[in-house]
C-alpha cells in the first residue's frame, strides 16, 4: 500500500505543478491584459483547487505510514528525517493552504483584475514553495 501510495503522491505532483503554471499564466494574462474573469478560468481554479487537495490527502496518508517519518531524539538532528518529518509537511501545507485562500477569497471580489491578481500572487508564492520544497529533498524535479 506504501509503495501505491508514494507512486500516486510523486506523479500528481506533475498534474498539481502543471495546473499551478497553466492558473498563473492565465491569472497574469488576465490581470495584465484587463480580461474578463471567465468560466474557464474558475474552471482552471477549480481543478487546481481539487488536485492539490487530493494530493494533501494522499501526503497526509503517507506522513502516518511512510517509514521516513520518525518521532525521536534524532529527528531534528538527521537532515533528511528532518525533512520529511518537519520541513516537508510544513511548505507543502503552507502551498496549499495558499492555493485554497486563492480560490476562495478571489471569489468574493469584486472585479475580474482583482480576481486575476489575488490568484497569481498566491498561486505563485505556492508554486514557489512547492518546489522549494521539492528541490530541498534531494530527490530531484522528476
Given at each position: 500500500?506504501?509503495?501505491a501510495?508514494?507512486?500516486?503522491?510523486?506523479?500528481?505532483r506533475?498534474?498539481?505543478?502543471?495546473?499551478l503554471?497553466?492558473?498563473?499564466?492565465?491569472?497574469?494574462?488576465?490581470?495584465?491584459?484587463?480580461?474578463?474573469?471567465?468560466?474557464?478560468?474558475?474552471?482552471l481554479n477549480?481543478?487546481?483547487?481539487?488536485?492539490?487537495?487530493?494530493?494533501?490527502?494522499?501526503?497526509?496518508?503517507?506522513?502516518?505510514?511512510s517509514?521516513?517519518?520518525?518521532?525521536?531524539?534524532?529527528?531534528?538532528?538527521?537532515?533528511?528525517?528532518r525533512?520529511?518529518?518537519?520541513?516537508h509537511?510544513?511548505?507543502?501545507?503552507?502551498a496549499?493552504?495558499?492555493?485554497?485562500?486563492a480560490?476562495?477569497?478571489?471569489?468574493?471580489l469584486?472585479?475580474?483584475?482583482?480576481?486575476?491578481?489575488?490568484?497569481?500572487?498566491?498561486?505563485?508564492?505556492?508554486?514557489?514553495?512547492?518546489?522549494?520544497?521539492?528541490?530541498?529533498?534531494?530527490?530531484?524535479?522528476?
Open positions: 500500500m506504501y509503495q501510495l508514494l507512486t500516486t503522491h510523486s506523479y500528481l506533475f498534474v498539481v505543478l502543471i495546473l503554471i497553466v492558473v498563473i499564466v492565465t491569472s497574469l494574462a488576465g490581470w495584465l491584459g484587463k480580461k474578463d474573469y471567465t468560466n474557464t478560468d474558475n474552471k477549480l481543478s487546481l483547487f481539487i488536485s492539490t487537495h487530493i494530493q494533501l490527502l494522499l501526503g497526509l496518508i503517507l506522513y502516518v505510514v517509514p521516513q517519518v520518525r518521532f525521536g531524539e534524532t529527528t531534528m538532528k538527521d537532515s533528511l528525517t525533512y520529511w518529518t518537519v520541513e509537511l510544513t511548505i507543502m501545507l503552507i496549499v493552504v495558499l492555493i485554497t485562500m480560490r476562495i477569497t478571489s471569489k468574493k469584486p472585479t475580474a483584475a482583482a480576481k486575476h491578481k489575488r490568484v497569481f500572487i498566491f498561486n505563485l508564492i505556492a508554486f514557489l514553495l512547492i518546489l522549494l520544497g521539492i528541490y530541498m529533498s534531494g530527490r530531484g524535479f522528476y
